[in-house]
């Protein structure tokens, strides 16, 4: 146990200052390994999935610290999903028995994802503003739902993934600016242009059999 504290302690220590703020070591390790997991994430390769577990981690540790409680849980959930997405893009299958391809959804499914997610935020908005201290648990809980919905979507290959991490990532840079975790709202700018790329090149992908991973 007093090895895990001086751990948490080292990487919750300053690396350096930000625009007046400190910014941890945890932050640092996670801010690259976030980005190496997008660029593996963009080229189908599933390496990216146990990047995004040593990256949630972190950030997990990162945002319970800041009391971002949502997102926080957010991270433990990445994990499981990121080992199952994981197997998934190894030997995950489409209903058809073939193994998954990228591609795009139906409209109805674009539809049930929105829904569901909407349905979503006020649920855990309320959780959150009832059982913990955070100060803003409704735009804590937006992107966390909709990150869940996101990440389901990533780990079945879908194309629409990438739109929801797209909008995702541009609500969370200002969620994060508000909370001072200055590196992170660059990452999450960072990763806004990546989930463009992703988006275009997955499109690309979906639209030409032959060349789909």
């Given at each position: 146990m007093d090895?895990l504290?001086?751990i948490?302690?080292?990487?919750?220590?300053?690396?350096?200052?930000l625009?007046?703020?400190?910014?941890?070591w945890?932050e640092?390790?996670?801010f690259?390994?976030?980005?190496?997991m997008?660029e593996?994430n963009?080229r189908?390769?599933?390496?990216?999935?146990?990047?995004?577990?040593?990256?949630?981690?972190?950030?997990a540790?990162?945002?319970?610290?800041?009391?971002l409680?949502?997102e926080?849980?957010?991270?433990?959930?990445?994990?499981?999903?990121s080992?199952?997405?994981?197997?998934?893009?190894?030997?995950?299958?489409?209903?058809?028995g073939?193994?998954l391809?990228?591609?795009?959804?139906?409209?109805?499914?674009r539809?049930?994802?929105?829904?569901?997610t909407l349905?979503?935020?006020p649920?855990?908005?309320?959780?959150?503003?009832?059982?913990?201290?955070?100060?803003?648990?409704?735009?804590?809980?937006?992107p966390?739902?909709?990150?869940?919905?996101?990440?389901?979507?990533l780990?079945r290959?879908?194309?629409?993934a990438?739109?929801?991490?797209?909008?995702v990532?541009?609500f969370?840079?200002?969620?994060?600016?508000?909370?001072?975790?200055w590196?992170?709202a660059v990452?999450?700018?960072?990763?806004?242009?990546?989930?463009?790329?992703?988006w275009?090149?997955?499109?690309?992908?979906?639209a030409a059999?032959?060349?789909?991973?």
């Amino acid at each position: 146990m007093d090895t895990l504290r001086l751990i948490f302690g080292h990487l919750l220590s300053p690396a350096f200052t930000l625009w007046g703020s400190p910014v941890t070591w945890a932050e640092v390790c996670a801010f690259g390994l976030g980005l190496w997991m997008v660029e593996r994430n963009i080229r189908v390769h599933p390496w990216g999935w146990p990047l995004a577990i040593a990256s949630s981690a972190l950030y997990a540790l990162l945002f319970a610290d800041s009391r971002l409680y949502g997102e926080a849980g957010l991270q433990g959930f990445f994990i499981l999903v990121s080992i199952w997405g994981w197997r998934q893009w190894l030997r995950g299958t489409e209903a058809s028995g073939r193994p998954l391809r990228v591609r795009a959804m139906s409209w109805q499914g674009r539809a049930a994802a929105a829904l569901i997610t909407l349905a979503a935020w006020p649920a855990l908005a309320l959780l959150l503003s009832r059982n913990t201290d955070s100060d803003v648990p409704w735009l804590d809980a937006l992107p966390t739902v909709a990150s869940i919905t996101g990440q389901w979507l990533l780990a079945r290959k879908r194309v629409e993934a990438w739109a929801v991490w797209v909008a995702v990532n541009l609500f969370s840079v200002g969620l994060f600016m508000h909370k001072a975790l200055w590196l992170t709202a660059v990452l999450y700018a960072l990763f806004a242009v990546l989930s463009v790329a992703g988006w275009l090149a997955w499109r690309r992908l979906a639209a030409a059999p032959h060349l789909r991973p």
